[in-house]
């Protein structure tokens, strides 16, 4: 928006500048020409707001090249070209009401203007029209500032908020109480597979806590951390829990946060899996497509279900892929009526 | 151990194996139990309990097709049942279905004997109606998304959304879902609090309409309408039925 339009102390200031420029015209008039204050002030003021009102458009030619220059030589010749078309529209303008003010005896005006007053109030055209583009350009710049550390400041926010997140969906307390109590189940029965589940359990946990250390980890070792956890939710779903992982070596070494996967695969579980009587199972892919990883956590689904999750997890994967790729890396979902689709695609970062 | 408790007959319903193995080992220990069945989903459930009149079942929240607040729905008049889950924000909702108790996974030897306490003093007494147990059954504001009905052994699942429309029948509530009909235990009006009041309006005293199958409404006589479906099915639109169809539309 125009900073005239934005409060009152934006309009104050402009009207103010409009007046001493103003102003200064009638001095310039009563130096150059043989006239009364009063006839001086009222062919420099108007002219002066007139100009200034009119000089105010150089905000929207500002607007329109970016600061950030990367040819240096159009937007100069633009702003330079402007101000001299402006100046001799102004300087044009600024005769016609001296004619006016002569002829009608507005005021006590000779009839001849003087010709360097006209060459003088080009020059103050272009010139106050640089000076114009100047100040609208340091506005501007002040203004990406404050836009790009406040976007700096929330993408922080969210890096953290998505990590504290995802240390809290890791240790999701009914996955926790789940394993615990299949291992309750299993300890009698059969005892060697309540020790593994022990071990899996112990396993995924500390590797967590290690890794809350890591802003990025391997894609490779992502997977491992990803299969480890199906291994334990495999413990408890038995059969009707299968895993089908393809790892491309070519994504092997990417670079990812850590546990950015885990809200998909526990969603592959949750929502997927776990509704079907019979099971199904879980595929988990990763290719290399030029410059980018595309990573596939795929599950079938009961057809029938309508209401279900929150989206709460496709959030977090969302958040954490804006906090640490911003625009470069995407989530996008293929929900099918009897099977699910997650696809996230990052820009490679290799170690 | 006194002579004097009952041994009960107990059905362990959970999805997942190591979960059952889990209530097993804790009826075991506990003892004055017998085992009569186990079933890894709700229809087998319905279908166990149907043929063995277990004195408990000890029920799994979280299932697939058919969770353990539909089976104890459907079956919730017949046995008294024990949720064990490891959520505990299920546990008002449990009460409020009257399950006897509800278990957090994983539940100690001393808090399962403790429940099973609480089915032997309850067998005694009068369990509420289906329709009850049904409105209980979801939380305050959520809508139902599919309605359960048992028939015998035999359970229906039915999304919301295959309904045309619903039909009062004496004690019955008719559903009408693409040319058949399934009778259930239930008034029209619980149902109606059930399902979503944006979908489902109540045209006439007997009739809960999905709006979704309207195709016109059409004046019968002076302050008496008739709603022509889809299918060409017609019901009768009250005064006031028309009021609440025009403020939705």
Redesign the interface.
């Given at each position: 928006m125009h900073p005239i339009l934005r409060d009152r102390r934006w309009l104050t200031l402009h009207i103010v500048v409009w007046l001493v420029a103003g102003q200064m015209i009638g001095l310039l008039v009563r130096l150059l020409v043989d006239a009364s204050w009063l006839a001086a002030m009222l062919f420099g003021v108007p002219l002066g707001v007139l100009g200034g009102l009119a000089a105010s458009s150089a905000w929207y030619l500002t607007r329109s090249t970016p600061s950030t220059w990367t040819d240096r030589v159009r937007p100069i010749a633009t702003f330079l070209l402007a101000a001299i078309v402006f100046g001799a529209i102004w300087a044009f303008a600024g005769q016609l009401w001296w004619q006016l003010i002569e002829r009608f005896g507005l005021a006590d005006l000779p009839a001849a203007q003087h010709p360097g007053l006209i060459a003088a109030l080009q020059g103050i055209g272009v010139l106050g029209y640089l000076l114009a583009v100047s100040a609208y350009r340091l506005v501007q710049a002040f203004e990406e500032t404050a836009a790009a550390t406040s976007r700096a400041l929330q993408s922080e926010v969210a890096q953290r908020d998505a990590e504290l997140r995802a240390l809290r969906a890791q240790l999701d307390?009914?996955f926790l109480?789940?394993s615990?109590?299949?291992?309750?189940?299993?300890?009698?029965?059969?005892p060697e597979k309540a020790r593994e589940m022990c071990q899996l359990l112990a396993d995924f946990l500390r590797q967590g806590l290690h890794l809350g250390h890591s802003s990025r980890i391997s894609l490779k070792r992502e997977i491992e951390l990803t299969e480890q956890y199906l291994r334990i939710e495999q413990?408890?779903?038995?059969s009707?829990l299968g895993v089908s992982v393809h790892v491309d070596a070519a994504s092997a070494d990417a670079l990812v946060p850590p546990l950015l996967l885990q809200p998909l695969v526990e969603n592959a579980v949750r929502h997927g899996v776990?509704?079907?009587?019979e099971g199904g199972t879980i595929g988990l892919e990763t290719r290399r497509v030029g410059d980018r990883i595309v990573v596939t956590v795929s599950n079938p689904r009961?057809a029938?279900?309508?209401?279900r999750g929150t989206g709460f997890g496709l959030d977090i994967v969302r958040r954490r892929l804006a906090a640490t790729f911003g625009d470069a890396a995407a989530l996008t979902i293929e929900p099918l009526a009897g099977a699910f689709r997650a696809q996230v695609t990052v820009p490679v970062e290799e170690a | 151990m006194d002579e004097q408790v009952r041994v009960l007959r107990a059905v362990i319903v959970d999805?997942?194996?190591?979960?059952?193995?889990?209530?097993?080992?804790g009826l075991l220990d506990v003892g004055n139990v017998e085992i009569v069945g186990e079933c890894?989903?709700g229809?087998e459930a319905v279908k166990v309990v149907t043929d063995v009149h277990p004195d408990v079942v000890l029920l799994d929240v979280?299932m697939?097709?058919l969770d353990g607040f539909e089976v104890l729905e459907l079956l919730g008049r017949e046995v008294p049942v024990v949720f064990v889950t490891?959520?505990d924000e299920f546990a008002l909702r449990a009460f409020e279905v009257h399950a006897v108790d509800y278990l957090?996974?994983?539940f100690s030897p001393e808090r399962l004997a403790a429940a099973l306490d609480r089915v032997r003093q309850r067998t005694e007494q009068a369990s509420p109606a289906p329709a009850v147990l049904a409105a209980a059954a979801r939380p305050p504001g959520a809508t139902l998304?599919?309605v359960v009905v048992r028939d015998g052994a035999q359970v229906h699942?039915l999304?919301?959304?295959k309904i045309d429309y619903v039909e009062a029948q004496d004690d019955y509530v008719a559903f009408h879902a693409a040319g058949k009909t399934i009778l259930k235990d239930q008034t029209l009006g619980d149902l109606e609090g059930r399902l979503d009041g944006r979908r489902f309006v109540r045209i006439h005293r007997s009739y809960l309409l999905n709006i979704e199958r309207l195709a016109r409404v059409e004046l019968y006589a002076k302050d008496s309408r008739v709603a022509i479906l889809g299918d060409g099915t017609k019901l009768p639109v009250s005064r006031s039925g028309y009021q609440r169809l025009q403020q939705l539309l």
């Amino acid at each position: 928006m125009h900073p005239i339009l934005r409060d009152r102390r934006w309009l104050t200031l402009h009207i103010v500048v409009w007046l001493v420029a103003g102003q200064m015209i009638g001095l310039l008039v009563r130096l150059l020409v043989d006239a009364s204050w009063l006839a001086a002030m009222l062919f420099g003021v108007p002219l002066g707001v007139l100009g200034g009102l009119a000089a105010s458009s150089a905000w929207y030619l500002t607007r329109s090249t970016p600061s950030t220059w990367t040819d240096r030589v159009r937007p100069i010749a633009t702003f330079l070209l402007a101000a001299i078309v402006f100046g001799a529209i102004w300087a044009f303008a600024g005769q016609l009401w001296w004619q006016l003010i002569e002829r009608f005896g507005l005021a006590d005006l000779p009839a001849a203007q003087h010709p360097g007053l006209i060459a003088a109030l080009q020059g103050i055209g272009v010139l106050g029209y640089l000076l114009a583009v100047s100040a609208y350009r340091l506005v501007q710049a002040f203004e990406e500032t404050a836009a790009a550390t406040s976007r700096a400041l929330q993408s922080e926010v969210a890096q953290r908020d998505a990590e504290l997140r995802a240390l809290r969906a890791q240790l999701d307390p009914h996955f926790l109480f789940n394993s615990l109590n299949s291992i309750s189940g299993l300890t009698s029965t059969n005892p060697e597979k309540a020790r593994e589940m022990c071990q899996l359990l112990a396993d995924f946990l500390r590797q967590g806590l290690h890794l809350g250390h890591s802003s990025r980890i391997s894609l490779k070792r992502e997977i491992e951390l990803t299969e480890q956890y199906l291994r334990i939710e495999q413990v408890r779903f038995g059969s009707r829990l299968g895993v089908s992982v393809h790892v491309d070596a070519a994504s092997a070494d990417a670079l990812v946060p850590p546990l950015l996967l885990q809200p998909l695969v526990e969603n592959a579980v949750r929502h997927g899996v776990a509704t079907l009587i019979e099971g199904g199972t879980i595929g988990l892919e990763t290719r290399r497509v030029g410059d980018r990883i595309v990573v596939t956590v795929s599950n079938p689904r009961d057809a029938d279900v309508q209401r279900r999750g929150t989206g709460f997890g496709l959030d977090i994967v969302r958040r954490r892929l804006a906090a640490t790729f911003g625009d470069a890396a995407a989530l996008t979902i293929e929900p099918l009526a009897g099977a699910f689709r997650a696809q996230v695609t990052v820009p490679v970062e290799e170690a | 151990m006194d002579e004097q408790v009952r041994v009960l007959r107990a059905v362990i319903v959970d999805d997942e194996e190591p979960a059952r193995m889990a209530v097993r080992q804790g009826l075991l220990d506990v003892g004055n139990v017998e085992i009569v069945g186990e079933c890894a989903n709700g229809f087998e459930a319905v279908k166990v309990v149907t043929d063995v009149h277990p004195d408990v079942v000890l029920l799994d929240v979280q299932m697939p097709k058919l969770d353990g607040f539909e089976v104890l729905e459907l079956l919730g008049r017949e046995v008294p049942v024990v949720f064990v889950t490891a959520y505990d924000e299920f546990a008002l909702r449990a009460f409020e279905v009257h399950a006897v108790d509800y278990l957090l996974k994983p539940f100690s030897p001393e808090r399962l004997a403790a429940a099973l306490d609480r089915v032997r003093q309850r067998t005694e007494q009068a369990s509420p109606a289906p329709a009850v147990l049904a409105a209980a059954a979801r939380p305050p504001g959520a809508t139902l998304d599919r309605v359960v009905v048992r028939d015998g052994a035999q359970v229906h699942v039915l999304p919301v959304d295959k309904i045309d429309y619903v039909e009062a029948q004496d004690d019955y509530v008719a559903f009408h879902a693409a040319g058949k009909t399934i009778l259930k235990d239930q008034t029209l009006g619980d149902l109606e609090g059930r399902l979503d009041g944006r979908r489902f309006v109540r045209i006439h005293r007997s009739y809960l309409l999905n709006i979704e199958r309207l195709a016109r409404v059409e004046l019968y006589a002076k302050d008496s309408r008739v709603a022509i479906l889809g299918d060409g099915t017609k019901l009768p639109v009250s005064r006031s039925g028309y009021q609440r169809l025009q403020q939705l539309l």
